[in-house]
């Protein structure tokens, strides 16, 4: 089986350097091809990364092992020392399909780990979407299923410019990058979306229409997202730096009305940090001692750079009720954040503005 090796460079600062079988390059350079770097041009990895399909992984001395799996996907994950550079990874795969599997492995290790890396950069890999207004950006803040993805699709369908749907990179003196991956997109977007999903390839709205039929099928048990490239919708991406101007906090939650809060910074912070310890939790959860150790220095060096960031940006929250379906949520979202005018729904009820 043929084998490389590809290099990435995210916000500018942060060298990843993946190796492993041409059919797991494939997807790595189908993520993040964007910021790819020319063989032999990239200098020392901050972050390197074996991929291999099997049921073996050699341990590093030093590190830690992980096993694990979700559904079909099986991995085995050993990890280099926490305070080596280049952090290093092995990661092996089994059961599938494969690209469910490396999806997943991405997530919850890989990226895991360029985001311990960003941290020694000054910088930190937030759980957001960045939409372009004027000379900065408006970044929303919120867990999987907030929406992001959707208005992101919508934004580019409409031709606005956007930066990424769900993370981007910050630093503390404001600036906002690009993370450089493909869209995540379920068959409802044919609903929360449908401008996006009439530029949609013919080829991809297929293969989401067979998606939306496995998950009726299972009963939801089998319901992968598909990775999209922006490309599949529109091509206003920005790498950035951009200032950052305003941070908006997304929340469902058993509410009758939508509410708009004013909120402090120190709230964002502690908000956004407990979003990052959940996206780390798959990691933080396997490993202990000096690992665990390097990921709640890392936690608290992403905190003090949010708080840096906020210095001075508005922040808001927008609690939008949980058994609202998800185009109207969208729809209430939309039109609060002014992202696309005139192309959504505007919601029945208006938003109250309380103060926090």
């Not at 068959?187 to 009726?216: F, H, K, Y």
């Not at 001692?289 to 840096?308: F, K, N």
């Not at 609690?319 to 949520?329: E, F, K």
């Amino acid at each position: 089986m043929r084998e490389r090796v590809a290099d990435y460079r995210f916000a500018e600062s942060v060298h990843l350097r993946i190796s492993g079988p041409e059919r797991a390059l494939r997807h790595f350079d189908a993520e993040y091809g964007e910021v790819a770097v020319a063989p032999g041009s990239a200098g020392e990895p901050d972050v390197e990364v074996r991929i291999g399909f099997g049921l073996r992984v050699q341990p590093i001395a030093g590190g830690a092992t992980v096993t694990g799996g979700h559904k079909t996907a099986r991995w085995k994950v050993a990890l280099g020392p926490p305070d080596a550079r280049p952090l290093q990874a092995s990661i092996v795969l089994a059961g599938g399909p494969p690209s469910f599997a490396l999806s997943l492995v991405q997530g919850y290790f890989l990226e895991a780990l360029v985001g311990v890396a960003l941290t020694d950069q000054g910088g930190v890999a937030l759980p957001s979407a960045g939409f372009v207004a004027g000379d900065g950006v408006t970044v929303v803040l919120g867990r999987s299923g907030a929406g992001k993805t959707t208005l992101t699709a919508r934004a580019l369908a409409d031709g606005r410019t956007v930066l990424s749907d769900d993370q981007v990179v910050v630093d503390a003196t404001g600036r906002v990058w690009r993370y450089p991956r493909r869209l995540r997109l379920y068959p409802d977007i044919r609903q929360t979306a449908p401008d996006a999903w009439s530029r949609l390839p013919d080829g991809t709205r297929s293969a989401l229409e067979l998606r939306g039929r496995v998950r009726r099928l299972t009963r939801g048990y089998v319901a992968p997202s598909l990775a999209v490239p922006v490309s599949g919708i529109g091509t206003t991406v920005t790498p950035g730096p951009l200032p950052l101007r305003r941070i908006v906090v997304v929340e469902r939650a058993p509410v009758e009305e939508p509410t708009v809060a004013t909120l402090p910074a120190d709230w964002v912070v502690e908000e956004a940090g407990l979003v990052l310890a959940d996206q780390r939790d798959r990691l933080s959860r396997a490993v202990g001692g000096t690992w665990t150790e390097r990921l709640d220095a890392a936690l608290e060096a992403e905190r003090r750079t949010v708080a840096g960031a906020l210095t001075g940006v508005p922040a808001t929250q927008v609690i939008l009720p949980r058994t609202w379906a998800a185009p109207r949520a969208v729809d209430a979202l939309e039109a609060h954040l002014g992202i696309t005018p005139g192309s959504a729904t505007r919601p029945e009820e208006p938003l109250d503005h309380p103060t926090r």
